[in-house]
C-alpha cells in the first residue's frame, strides 16, 4: 500500500455515460496529480493540483474535468468520453518542497477505464 | 522542456545475470532522476533517484549513474530474480514546478 487510494479499480462505461474517479491519499501530502496510462503514451501527464489550486492542465480535453475539494481527495469527472480514452487512469500525490524540490511521487493502483 | 528518452523498451535477462537501462535527458537544468518500477496491476512505485550532486547511487542491488555532461543517466540491477521483473520508468524534472517527465518504459524479463 502506498498511501493513495483509487477507486473503481475497473470502470466500463459508454460513450453517452457521466462517470467519476476518485483518489484519496492519506500520506499529508500537498500536491497531487492525475495521469494516463496506454500503450502509445506510458505516462501522460493530464492535472496538477497544488495546495488545492490547479497549477497544470495539460491540454487535456473538456470531457475530462478535475475537481481536487481538498489537499486529500481529488476526483476526475468524465462525460461523453471516446473509444480511445480507454486506459489505466493513474493518481498521485508528493509533498511540496517550493521551487527548488523535486519529491517522490506516490502513486495509486490506476483505475483502468474502458469506453465503449 | 524536458525531453526523456528510454532504452531499450525491453529487455530480458538470465536470473543471476546484470540489467542495465539507459536514459537520456535534454534539459541541462535538470537536477533530480527518480527511477520508478511498474508491477502488473500496481502503479509505479519509486526504487531509487538521484540528484545532480552526486554521480552514483546504490540500494543493495539497484544503483543509478548519472553522467551531467552527457546528460544521461543509467539504472543498474545485479543479481537479478525473478520479482524484478516489472516495467521501469526513468524521469526528470520539467522546467519549472513539480511536474515530472517520464521516458517510454522498459519492460524487464528475468527468466528463471
Known amino acids: 500500500e502506498t498511501g493513495v487510494t483509487q477507486t473503481p479499480r475497473h470502470l466500463v462505461m459508454g460513450m453517452t455515460n457521466k462517470k467519476s474517479l476518485k483518489c484519496e491519499q492519506h500520506?499529508?501530502?500537498?500536491?497531487m496529480y492525475w495521469y494516463k496510462q496506454s500503450a502509445k503514451k506510458p505516462l501522460e501527464l493530464m492535472f496538477v493540483?497544488?495546495?488545492?489550486?490547479?497549477?497544470e492542465n495539460n491540454s487535456v480535453p473538456s470531457r475530462f474535468s478535475p475537481e481536487c475539494p481538498n489537499s486529500s481527495h481529488l476526483f476526475l469527472h468524465l462525460h461523453t468520453l471516446q473509444p480511445e480514452d480507454s486506459a489505466l487512469y493513474l493518481c498521485?500525490?508528493?509533498?511540496?518542497?517550493?521551487?527548488?524540490?523535486?519529491?517522490?511521487?506516490?502513486f495509486g493502483p490506476g483505475t483502468r477505464l474502458t469506453v465503449l | 522542456g524536458e525531453n526523456v528518452e528510454q532504452h531499450p523498451s525491453t529487455l530480458s535477462v538470465q536470473e543471476g545475470d546484470s540489467a542495465v537501462i539507459k536514459c537520456t535527458y535534454s534539459d541541462s537544468a535538470s537536477n533530480y532522476f527518480p527511477w520508478y518500477k511498474q508491477e502488473l496491476g500496481k502503479g509505479p512505485q519509486l526504487i531509487i533517484d538521484i540528484r545532480s550532486n552526486v554521480g552514483e547511487k546504490k540500494d543493495q542491488r539497484i544503483a543509478v549513474t548519472l553522467n551531467k555532461t552527457a546528460k544521461h543517466f543509467s539504472l543498474h540491477i545485479t543479481e537479478t530474480q525473478p520479482e524484478d521483473s516489472a516495467v521501469y520508468f526513468c524521469?526528470?524534472?520539467?522546467?519549472?514546478?513539480?511536474?515530472?517527465?517520464f521516458g517510454a518504459g522498459t519492460i524487464l524479463r528475468v527468466k528463471s
Open positions: 524521469a526528470a524534472p520539467q522546467e519549472y514546478g513539480n511536474k515530472l517527465v
Open positions: 498521485a500525490s508528493s509533498s511540496l518542497l517550493g521551487s527548488a524540490g523535486y519529491n517522490e511521487q506516490f
Open positions: 493540483y497544488n495546495f488545492k489550486e490547479q497549477t
Open positions: 500520506l499529508g501530502h500537498n500536491a
